[in-house]
């Protein structure tokens, strides 16, 4: 049988290369899913700073969810100091390393309080000296360690940057609390380097005082005796906390304790091709059906053949299936190769919008590879046999009379899975929204584009043959040519439908994608800028604001209410279809006292007034996922991993504008790494003293290092950015899918009319001309064209309504007119290209050698 498939195939290579070209790049799509999937998994960075420690004990940053993925902790989660004492005691420890870490910018001591702002390469962080043992870190200038509170040792490569050496003073900043420190000496990156950070050391009792939480440490570093065994003393020193929340790290996994953002990326990446991954597949599962089911379609005289002398229909089956089988493995095979190099582009993309670190590296694992050749090649005999499946159970001599012509009427049971697939895709995507609405409705809006795209492909010859009705009129007006192509279009809508699918899918995927971003950048753009109702906001280009500079602004003449906002993640815990689902949200804190006068949440319920001790309120979205409403207690695990349980006061409108979930000031900080806040939102106490708190305000930011002070304009646009990046991920995701879908367009649309060429030699033969048959074309493309626009429109409606209400509760989402447009025109463009170029290639020959290459 593989020899009849393999002979079929060289016979008939245009449409077996569609369907080719079909599974190389739907093999690509898959891989490039799977190694996401696998870098979440087992990629990482190289530590650094700890690159000498045996073992390294840090907090669990992950929330252990039973039957899902663990997120993961906005903020780094910390060990209590007592943990120290009980690892020393562990056999095989030689020496345990209490480090404290916190992040500090650098200014050059010019004399003024401010200082010059030295820019900077990596991020500073400030440690206490016993911790130089982990890199190890050696002294190569200065002859001593830091002696005192105002003492410092840089790492070389920082003092170079800054342009200091041993005998300098810098001064050094934690937010906006600065202090003048002695360079007393420098140290040597350690034998991995400092790629990633920069390093300054203060006594011990320094870096504590600067961490401000003397009783927890960010990690405990643990250099083991000679011959001892990592993952050996590991285990022991887990056996010995094991009634504490703690996590040892040892070899490259040291990476993840040292570099928060780089775990995060690993948990991003793994929920993200998860999610991405299945709809990948459903859409290369349906674009090679496609592709397949006109292949097979272009061939049902010689099938129908095969019936009429005796070839049973497990025949055909077999025959067929051979023939994908060989095209599907080489295609998934050469397709595989690719992916890896749509991952990189697709981590690339991630990292210019700050998503991903720049220095992340894919793990290229051979299993995505594998499990894209075995997914696609499964996918292809399933598409296979569901598209010969009809012709396989005809009678023979009904295939032979059915191959000359096409069926007419759709069959009732594809007529009603169709409709019923349209109608369960409007439920999910505009109904589900009204009566469930949350994150879980916005999903369902989204995902309903596959079933409206899978309905419309299964009615899709009844949509080409009402806009054949339809064009009839105009296309009459070409006697010729028009008539033509009016009873082309009639007589074959299967064929020409095969053409119309992909490129609907394409068009709709398309609108959705765009009018999501849009609504979601109006809408949080929107709610940033009419909220903040302050007259001045004060912001740092550091690390922060200290707490205390809030007082400071408060005794500005003049000022009359100061909001200072913080801001972190935090985890709410909820029950999702009887199972539960931790979610992460992004959060402020904030202070309820005159919050009216500087900051307009639009609370639809509650009163934020109630915003003290353990409270909590809530977006319009958050609290519709979690099924919360004002007087219920939220489960609720703040940045730092700490377990609150929280009564709901108030439900907000502006979510998107300014975080689903809003804390009190003081809760929120206390459970950030820094313990700042990110903004102070100013107001004057009347109108009359608006002059005077700007130049009071002025005059404090020119005393305080990175202090600025915005507009509430400038600060609502800033504000809004974070909403764009998450709507980018999406988009650069899904931009992967639609390039697909349209390699798929070009794919289907040549493989379409290229395989009319003996219809066209025939044509010729009774006497219509070229420019005939090219006109009867350009006004078929317009019936394929004009019935994918309009069904690609349609189908994209659904969706963004759904997801509008889902997003800003108005049931009207936002795309720009131009790019919609944008879209439709290219949409036309390429379709009209990929019929027309074909078309001139395939009228080029003899009609009579047309007629008889087509036999």
Same mark, same amino acid.
């Given at each position: 049988?593989?020899?009849?498939?393999?002979?079929?195939?060289?016979? @008939?290579?245009?449409?077996?290369?569609?369907?080719?070209?079909?599974?190389?790049?739907?093999?690509?799509?898959?891989?490039?899913?799977?190694?996401?999937?696998?870098?979440?998994?087992?990629?990482?960075?190289?530590?650094?700073?700890?690159?000498?420690?045996?073992?390294?004990?840090?907090?669990?940053?992950?929330?252990?969810?039973?039957?899902?993925?663990?997120?993961?902790?906005?903020?780094?989660?910390?060990?209590?100091?007592?943990?120290?004492?009980?690892?020393?005691?562990?056999?095989?420890?030689?020496?345990?390393?209490?480090?404290?870490?916190?992040?500090?910018?650098?200014?050059?001591?010019?004399?003024?309080?401010?200082?010059?702002?030295?820019?900077?390469?990596?991020?500073?962080?400030?440690?206490?000296?016993?911790?130089?043992?982990?890199?190890?870190?050696?002294?190569?200038?200065?002859?001593?360690?830091?002696?005192?509170?105002?003492?410092?040792?840089?790492?070389?490569?920082?003092? @170079?940057?800054?342009?200091?050496?041993?005998?300098?003073?810098?001064?050094?900043?934690?937010?906006?609390?600065?202090?003048?420190?002695?360079?007393?000496?420098?140290?040597?990156?350690?034998?991995?380097?400092?790629?990633?950070?920069?390093?300054?050391?203060?006594?011990?009792?320094?870096?504590?005082?600067?961490?401000?939480?003397?009783?927890?440490?960010?990690?405990?570093?643990?250099?083991?005796?000679?011959?001892?065994?990592?993952?050996?003393?590991?285990?022991?020193?887990?056996?010995?906390?094991?009634?504490?929340?703690?996590?040892?790290?040892?070899?490259?996994?040291?990476?993840?304790?040292?570099?928060?953002?780089?775990?995060?990326?690993?948990?991003?990446?793994?929920?993200?091709?998860?999610?991405?991954?299945?709809?990948?597949?459903?859409?290369?599962?349906?674009?090679?059906?496609?592709?397949?089911?006109?292949?097979?379609?272009?061939?049902?005289?010689?099938?129908?053949?095969?019936?009429?002398?005796?070839?049973?229909?497990?025949?055909?089956?077999?025959?067929?299936?051979?023939?994908?089988?060989?095209?599907?493995?080489?295609?998934?095979?050469?397709?595989?190769?690719?992916?890896?190099?749509?991952?990189?582009?697709?981590?690339?993309?991630?990292?210019?919008?700050?998503?991903?670190?720049?220095?992340?590296?894919?793990?290229?694992?051979?299993?995505?590879?594998?499990?894209?050749?075995?997914?696609?090649?499964?996918?292809?005999?399933?598409?296979?046999?569901?598209?010969?499946?009809?012709?396989?159970?005809?009678?023979?001599?009904?295939?032979?009379?059915?191959?000359?012509?096409?069926?007419?009427?759709?069959?009732?049971?594809?007529?009603?899975?169709?409709?019923?697939?349209?109608?369960?895709?409007?439920?999910?995507?505009?109904?589900?929204?009204?009566?469930?609405?949350?994150?879980?409705?916005?999903?369902?809006?989204?995902?309903?584009?596959?079933?409206?795209?899978?309905?419309?492909?299964?009615?899709?010859?009844?949509?080409?043959?009402?806009?054949?009705?339809?064009?009839?009129?105009?296309?009459?007006?070409?006697?010729?040519?028009?008539?033509?192509?009016?009873?082309?279009?009639?007589?074959?809508?299967?064929?020409?439908?095969?053409?119309?699918?992909?490129?609907?899918?394409?068009?709709?995927?398309?609108?959705?994608?765009?009018?999501?971003?849009?609504?979601?950048?109006?809408?949080?753009?929107?709610?940033?800028?009419?909220?903040?109702?302050?007259?001045?906001?004060?912001?740092?280009?550091?690390?922060?604001?200290?707490?205390?500079?809030?007082?400071?602004?408060?005794?500005?003449?003049?000022?009359?209410?100061?909001?200072?906002?913080?801001?972190?993640?935090?985890?709410?815990?909820?029950?999702?279809?009887?199972?539960?689902?931790?979610?992460?949200?992004?959060?402020?804190?904030?202070?309820?006292?005159?919050?009216?006068?500087?900051?307009?949440?639009?609370?639809?319920?509650?009163?934020?007034?109630?915003?003290?001790?353990?409270?909590?309120?809530?977006?319009?979205?958050?609290?519709?996922?979690?099924?919360?409403?004002?007087?219920?207690?939220?489960?609720?695990?703040?940045?730092?991993?700490?377990?609150?349980?929280?009564?709901?006061?108030?439900?907000?409108?502006?979510?998107?504008?300014?975080?689903?979930?809003?804390?009190?000031?003081?809760?929120?900080?206390?459970?950030?790494?820094?313990?700042?806040?990110?903004?102070?939102?100013?107001?004057?106490?009347?109108?009359?003293?608006?002059?005077?708190?700007?130049?009071?305000?002025?005059?404090?930011?020119?005393?305080?290092?990175?202090?600025?002070?915005?507009?509430?304009?400038?600060?609502?646009?800033?504000?809004?950015?974070?909403?764009?990046?998450?709507?980018?991920?999406?988009?650069?995701?899904?931009?992967?899918?639609?390039?697909?879908?349209?390699?798929?367009?070009?794919?289907?649309?040549?493989?379409?009319?290229?395989?009319?060429?003996?219809?066209?030699?025939?044509? @010729?033969?009774?006497?219509?001309?070229?420019?005939?048959?090219?006109?009867?074309?350009?006004?078929?493309?317009?019936?394929?064209?004009?019935?994918?626009?309009?069904?690609?429109?349609?189908?994209?409606?659904?969706?963004?309504?759904?997801?509008?209400?889902?997003?800003?509760?108005?049931?009207?989402?936002?795309?720009?007119?131009?790019?919609?447009?944008?879209?439709?025109?290219?949409?036309?463009?390429?379709?009209?290209?990929?019929?027309?170029?074909?078309?001139?290639?395939?009228? @080029?020959?003899?009609?009579?050698?047309?007629?008889?290459?087509?036999?």
């Amino acid at each position: 049988m593989f020899d009849i498939a393999w002979s079929t195939i060289k016979n @008939r290579k245009g449409g077996f290369i569609a369907a080719f070209i079909a599974v190389i790049c739907g093999s690509a799509v898959i891989t490039a899913c799977g190694v996401l999937f696998t870098s979440g998994l087992l990629s990482g960075v190289a530590p650094e700073r700890y690159a000498a420690a045996t073992v390294m004990v840090g907090g669990r940053q992950t929330k252990d969810v039973k039957e899902n993925f663990d997120p993961y902790y906005a903020e780094r989660v910390t060990v209590p100091a007592s943990v120290a004492e009980q690892i020393s005691r562990v056999d095989g420890v030689d020496k345990v390393v209490r480090d404290h870490s916190v992040e500090m910018s650098l200014q050059k001591d010019d004399g003024s309080a401010r200082g010059e702002p030295l820019p900077l390469e990596h991020p500073l962080y400030g440690h206490g000296w016993s911790s130089a043992a982990l890199g190890p870190f050696e002294l190569t200038e200065g002859s001593s360690k830091p002696g005192s509170a105002g003492e410092t040792v840089l790492d070389a490569g920082l003092a @170079r940057t800054a342009g200091l050496k041993v005998g300098d003073t810098a001064q050094l900043s934690v937010g906006t609390t600065p202090r003048v420190y002695k360079v007393v000496g420098l140290v040597d990156t350690p034998a991995n380097g400092l790629d990633r950070q920069s390093a300054a050391f203060f006594t011990d009792a320094q870096a504590e005082h600067l961490s401000q939480r003397p009783d927890q440490l960010t990690a405990i570093g643990v250099l083991g005796e000679d011959g001892a065994d990592a993952g050996d003393l590991a285990g022991k020193i887990e056996d010995a906390v094991s009634g504490t929340e703690v996590v040892t790290y040892t070899g490259d996994a040291i990476g993840d304790l040292e570099f928060l953002d780089v775990g995060q990326s690993r948990g991003f990446l793994v929920l993200l091709s998860a999610s991405f991954g299945g709809t990948a597949l459903g859409v290369v599962v349906f674009v090679v059906s496609s592709t397949l089911g006109l292949v097979i379609h272009q061939r049902r005289r010689e099938l129908a053949v095969l019936r009429a002398i005796a070839a049973t229909p497990r025949q055909v089956h077999k025959l067929i299936g051979s023939e994908v089988l060989l095209v599907a493995s080489v295609g998934a095979v050469l397709g595989a190769v690719p992916g890896f190099l749509v991952a990189g582009l697709l981590r690339d993309a991630f990292a210019d919008i700050g998503v991903l670190p720049s220095d992340f590296d894919l793990s290229l694992n051979p299993l995505p590879a594998v499990a894209a050749v075995l997914l696609s090649v499964l996918g292809a005999l399933l598409a296979g046999f569901i598209a010969a499946f009809r012709i396989a159970k005809t009678k023979p001599i009904e295939a032979l009379s059915q191959s000359q012509v096409e069926q007419g009427e759709l069959g009732r049971t594809r007529k009603g899975v169709g409709v019923g697939l349209l109608a369960l895709g409007l439920v999910t995507s505009i109904v589900l929204p009204v009566l469930i609405p949350g994150q879980l409705a916005i999903a369902g809006a989204g995902g309903s584009l596959v079933l409206l795209m899978v309905g419309s492909a299964l009615i899709s010859p009844v949509l080409v043959r009402t806009t054949t009705r339809v064009l009839t009129p105009l296309l009459m007006r070409s006697r010729v040519s028009g008539y033509l192509a009016a009873a082309n279009s009639s007589a074959n809508a299967r064929r020409l439908s095969s053409a119309v699918v992909p490129l609907a899918l394409g068009t709709a995927m398309a609108l959705m994608q765009l009018s999501m971003l849009n609504t979601v950048e109006a809408t949080a753009q929107d709610q940033a800028a009419t909220g903040v109702v302050s007259d001045y906001v004060i912001t740092s280009g550091t690390t922060g604001l200290s707490t205390d500079l809030a007082q400071k602004v408060r005794a500005v003449d003049g000022v009359g209410t100061v909001t200072p906002v913080a801001r972190s993640q935090v985890i709410i815990t909820y029950v999702e279809i009887d199972k539960p689902v931790s979610n992460p949200f992004g959060a402020q804190g904030l202070e309820p006292r005159d919050l009216d006068r500087t900051l307009d949440l639009d609370v639809r319920e509650g009163s934020m007034d109630q915003l003290r001790g353990d409270t909590v309120a809530l977006s319009r979205i958050a609290a519709d996922t979690a099924r919360l409403e004002v007087g219920d207690t939220a489960d609720v695990d703040l940045g730092d991993g700490t377990h609150k349980d929280l009564k709901v006061v108030a439900l907000y409108g502006k979510g998107l504008g300014f975080g689903d979930v809003t804390l009190p000031h003081g809760m929120l900080t206390e459970h950030t790494a820094h313990q700042q806040d990110s903004a102070l939102l100013v107001s004057a106490a009347d109108d009359s003293s608006g002059g005077q708190v700007e130049a009071g305000l002025r005059k404090l930011a020119e005393a305080t290092p990175g202090v600025g002070v915005q507009s509430p304009q400038e600060f609502g646009a800033m504000e809004q950015g974070q909403f764009t990046q998450q709507s980018w991920t999406s988009l650069i995701a899904n931009a992967l899918l639609i390039l697909y879908v349209l390699i798929a367009v070009v794919n289907t649309l040549v493989m379409a009319t290229t395989g009319r060429s003996r219809e066209f030699g025939m044509l @010729r033969l009774f006497g219509t001309s070229k420019q005939q048959t090219r006109r009867m074309m350009f006004l078929e493309s317009w019936v394929v064209i004009l019935t994918a626009v309009v069904v690609g429109i349609a189908i994209a409606v659904p969706p963004s309504v759904g997801a509008a209400l889902g997003t800003t509760g108005q049931p009207i989402p936002y795309i720009q007119p131009l790019v919609a447009g944008g879209i439709v025109v290219f949409v036309a463009l390429l379709g009209w290209l990929s019929i027309s170029l074909p078309t001139r290639s395939a009228l @080029r020959g003899r009609p009579i050698d047309a007629v008889y290459a087509g036999e």
